[in-house]
């Protein structure tokens, strides 16, 4: 769906092109060749540029256009007097828009913020704030916009306090799912304790889902509103007086799909492990992606009620795993319970609040919220519909939200049971309706002042996601993570065909020596590479590494849909000598020259010291504007140089294809003869892989 841009031009009342420059300050990419434009982003612009005798100043400011060039003069004026060596600033008088207040001693301001803003919202004279920010070395106008940290700097010897505001949070961290950065503009003074959010994780049928479902039935009534049963994907009960969020998804992999989304909602996690039959490959896997996530595990040894339930023998068989037992004088909590009986639930949940306790969690319920979807779907009725988790902040029905590239008006905001509620705060999980279109899970929750304020904002995300497509795979990361010094930790999920081989490689990796990197292998396991392998890595940034093992077809998609890498090996030398050079960083990216075309001089039409402009035969591939060149003799090289401009007949040319004449300007270091073969050639940088075995 899109728009004409000839024909919202004309509504705007401007040229193609001047709404084109508008659109690309307002930040959007438009291509010159650009026809049309999507419809969220015309709806956008004909909000926001649509002429209007009163509006037309405050749309400039909006692109920080307005230069009021007087005030412009003056301060160049003064600019020029300031380097003369004469202090000016404070004597002169600059027409002052503003009225005059008393400064305020706390102003709440933005992230960002123009010097007439600040001055209107400080009581600070105009003329001050240019000044100071003129002693500083910045150049201002009165709309300048200035950062929060170079306010404060400017305000603070004049005795102004300054406090962010928090506005409408950064896009990049939005799309990159950076919760920790928005939890950040918590104020810590109006911080309160928060309930924890558990998740239960654990091997298929150790009861994962009955002990779900034992702790809801019995401490949550039902009580769902209107009859209209909604799926909400976590409840919270009551304990003691205090509150737990359960996530009902059991299992690691919402877990670690939603942290391969940046998302860290679970503060502790649940490891049931089955009385009768101990720990199992998905029970270490389990452990491994909590213990990845740093989030504190709680074990539920389970089935207690079964006849051949044996409690020490799991006990013993997690101490193998670094999981020992608090009465064995370890630290990790482990409750014996029953699902089917209810034996030793209460006690898990006073073990949950006391875990949680230990981790001090807390959020600040006064600002605006901040959320994590958990789960979402389009449904007949609601439209697209999500269940959120509220992370920080309260979050109230009719709150303008922009959640991923999805924004809309929360005309329905309902808790776990079903009931209608108008407001809510940290750590409670929620349905909400009323959304543009459906979210996925990991998408962050923001609040925005205005639904306009939310469009934007999803459209920048939209738009960011769709760049984003490209991203690099997460070997050209670590690559250049390495290259730069800025990987201290390169983690792997390790795969083997059998357990002697693991432990060998395993045994093997950890004495690879780096000065910078160290490997940490955090999953191994016996078998082929599965989706939660591949997840793992995704959600850790790390690679997958397999040793005579296979990557079923559905796992080699997931890894591509998730730009994870994995590498198979066949033989362990092979393995460990290019684990040692990506450590040591030769596998830097190769720089390969590609050829693009030959030509041979003709004629030469000027020549200058070392500018020249020739005329060419394309001799084979093509002539290329802005690549180098080599000049050749008698099949030597004599020169070097680059093309600067290229034209065909009288037209000025990208490129001129074969067989076609050219007129070549160049820069270089040689003159060009009549019968010179002028080779165009350019480079690449190819990013060097772990060669592997599998060649597929
Ligand atoms: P999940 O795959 O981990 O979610 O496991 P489920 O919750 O689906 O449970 C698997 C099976 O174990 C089901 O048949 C449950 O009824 C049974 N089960 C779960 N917990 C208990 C328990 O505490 N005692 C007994 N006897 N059976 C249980």
């Known amino acids: 769906m899109a728009t004409k841009l000839t024909d919202l031009a004309k509504q705007l009342e401007l040229s193609t092109k001047e709404l084109k420059d508008k659109i690309r300050k307002l930040g959007f990419d438009v291509g010159p060749k650009a026809k049309t434009i999507d419809n969220d982003l015309a709806e956008l612009l004909l909000d926001e540029l649509k002429p209007e005798e009163e509006g037309e100043a405050d749309t400039a400011e909006i692109y920080g256009e307005i230069v009021d060039e007087q005030i412009q003069r003056e301060i160049v004026k003064k600019q020029r007097k300031r380097t003369a060596g004469k202090d000016a600033v404070k004597k002169e008088k600059v027409d002052e828009p503003v009225e005059e207040k008393a400064p305020q001693d706390v102003v709440e301001i933005a992230d960002v913020i123009s010097v007439k803003e600040l001055a209107e919202k400080s009581g600070v004279k105009i003329a001050k704030i240019i000044g100071e920010l003129m002693k500083n070395g910045i150049l201002a106008n009165i709309n300048q916009q200035i950062d929060f940290e170079t306010a404060v700097l400017i305000l603070e010897d004049m005795g102004v306090k300054l406090k962010k505001i928090r506005g409408a949070a950064n896009v990049e961290d939005i799309v990159a799912g950076n919760l920790e950065a928005l939890l950040k503009e918590d104020d810590p003074e109006e911080s309160v304790k928060r309930p924890p959010v558990v998740c239960v994780m654990g091997h298929v049928d150790h009861g994962k889902t009955k002990i779900l479902d034992y702790i809801r039935s019995a401490n949550v009534i039902d009580t769902e509103a209107g009859g ?79 006849p051949n339930a044996n409690v020490d023998k799991v006990k013993g068989e997690l101490a193998q795993y670094d999981l020992q037992p608090d009465d064995w004088g370890g630290k990790t909590v482990m409750v014996p319970v029953s699902a089917h009986t209810g034996e030793g639930i209460d006690q898990l949940l006073e073990m949950i609040l006391l875990t949680a306790d230990m981790e001090d969690l807390k959020a600040d319920p006064k600002r605006e919220a901040v959320g994590t979807v958990i789960e979402a779907h389009l449904d007949t009725n609601f439209g697209p519909v999500a269940t959120i988790l509220v992370n920080t902040g309260t979050l109230s029905a009719m709150d303008n939200v922009c959640i991923g590239s999805a924004y809309g008006r929360l005309k329905v905001v309902r808790d776990h049971t079903g009931k209608n509620v108008k407001q809510a705060g940290p750590s409670t999980p929620l349905l909400i309706a009323g959304l543009s279109e459906t979210p996925i899970a990991g998408d962050i929750l923001q609040v925005c002042k205005t639904e306009k304020e939310a469009r934007l904002q999803a459209l920048n995300v ?235």
């Open 228 to 306: 209209i049963t909604q799926h909400i994907a976590a409840y919270q009960v009551e304990k003691n007086g205090r509150k737990i969020t359960f996530l009902d998804t059991p299992g690691h992999e919402a877990f670690t799909a939603m942290r391969a989304r940046g998302a860290k909602v679970t503060d502790v996690a649940i490891l049931v492990v089955a009385a009768d039959e101990g720990v199992k490959p998905q029970t270490i896997e389990a452990m491994d992606h909590a213990k990845e996530a740093g989030v504190p595990i709680v074990v539920a040894i389970n089935k207690i009620d079964k």
């Open 462 to 696: 939209s738009t960011i996601r769709k760049a984003g497509k490209g991203r690099a795979s997460s070997m050209d990361r670590i690559i250049s993570q390495i290259n730069a010094g800025e990987l201290n930790t390169l983690k792997i999920i390790l795969k083997a065909d059998t357990k002697g081989s693991l432990e060998a490689i395993r045994d093997s990796l950890a004495k690879i020596k780096s000065d910078t990197v160290a490997v940490k292998v955090i999953h191994s396991g016996v078998g082929n590479v599965t989706e939660s392998d591949v997840m793992m890595a995704a959600a850790s940034r790390g690679l997958v590494i397999g040793f005579h093992v296979d990557v079923p077809a559905q796992v080699k998609r997931t890894a591509q849909r998730e730009k994870t890498d994995i590498v198979i090996y066949k033989i362990i030398y092979e393995l460990l000598d290019n684990i040692t050079k990506l450590l040591t960083g030769m596998l830097e990216p190769e720089i390969v020259e590609v050829v693009v075309g030959r030509a041979e001089v003709k004629q030469v039409f000027l020549t200058k010291k070392k500018e020249m402009i020739v005329g060419c035969k394309v001799k084979s591939g093509k002539m290329s504007n802005r690549v180098k060149i080599r000049v050749f003799r008698d099949e030597k090289v004599v020169g070097e140089g680059e093309i600067i401009s290229l034209q065909k007949g009288q037209e000025i040319a990208k490129e001129v294809m074969e067989g076609n004449d050219c007129g070549i300007k160049y820069q270089g270091n040689v003159q060009m003869q009549e019968g010179d073969i002028v080779e165009a050639y350019k480079t690449e940088e190819h990013e060097r892989t772990l060669s592997s075995t599998d060649d597929e």
